[in-house]
Each structure stands twice: as C-alpha cells, then as structure tokens.
C-alpha cells in the first residue's frame, strides 16, 4: 500500500495553481506542494475590498495513507481539524470520506481538463443525499 500512496501523492500535481469559481462570486482556492508529504490549499472568498480566507485545507501523506486535512476557519477552534481519508482515487479524480464528520461527508475532486476541476461536497442524511458542487477554472 506505501507504493500505492506514494504513487498516487506523487500524481496530485494537476491540483497546483489559482483556481476561480465559476459558480461560487468571488470564491477562490489556492494549492502548492510544499513537500514530499504535504500539498497546502487556501479558500479565499474576497469582494472588492477584502479577501477572507475559509479554510486551509492541506492533502497530506500519513502513515501509507492519503488524508484530506480540513482546518474552517469559522467553525474550528484554532489548531483543531477533520480528517478525510481517501477513500478512492484515479489519475484525475480524489474522493475523500469522514463519516463521523456532520458536513460534508465526502469530498470529490476531479480533474475535467488541465484548466478545469470540479468540487463536490456529499453529506448523507436521512433525508437522502444532499450535494453541492462547484467549478473551478485555473487562473496561474
């Protein structure tokens, strides 16, 4: 499984660079690799005077296991995050899962072209599925 992770880490580069929404005004989100472990994000949601950052998300390689690192800067106390374990993955695509987590419950990043990407945030309920999505066109 080592080589597995670290092969499928080492694919993720088609997540690096500014990325804007077509669908979310004004939101925006931001991924580097910073090191053999770790590719850091930024969600940014700025208006003509002011960018606030929502969450620094980090995808980051641990113990032979690929882990979506969620750090909302709204909803959690300083140094506090969720963890979604990569349930799923192809050369184009990430699926991550918590299900303790209350939303969402599944993260899904996929690659449409090099300059597209689409997000998709599942939580289960009982009242079904409840889904949203967005698009993001790469910017730098």
């Given at each position: ?113 090099d300059t597209t990407l689409k997000v998709r945030m599942d939580r289960k309920s009982s009242d079904g599925l409840i889904q949203f999505e967005y698009t993001l066109q790469k910017i730098k």
């Amino acid at each position: 499984m080592q080589n597995d992770s670290k092969k499928t880490f080492n694919n993720l580069h088609w997540l690096e660079g500014k990325w804007k929404s077509n669908d979310v005004t004004n939101y925006t989100e931001i991924w580097k690799r910073v090191n053999d472990t770790c590719y850091e994000g930024l969600s940014l949601n700025s208006d003509a005077s002011d960018s606030l950052v929502e969450e620094r998300p980090k995808i980051v390689m641990r113990h032979n296991s690929i882990l979506f690192v969620s750090e909302i800067e709204e909803q959690t106390v300083e140094g506090l995050t969720r963890d979604f374990a990569l349930k799923s993955s192809s050369p184009d695509s990430l699926v991550f899962t918590n299900n303790a987590a209350n939303y969402p419950n599944m993260i899904t990043y996929k690659k449409i072209s090099d300059t597209t990407l689409k997000v998709r945030m599942d939580r289960k309920s009982s009242d079904g599925l409840i889904q949203f999505e967005y698009t993001l066109q790469k910017i730098k």
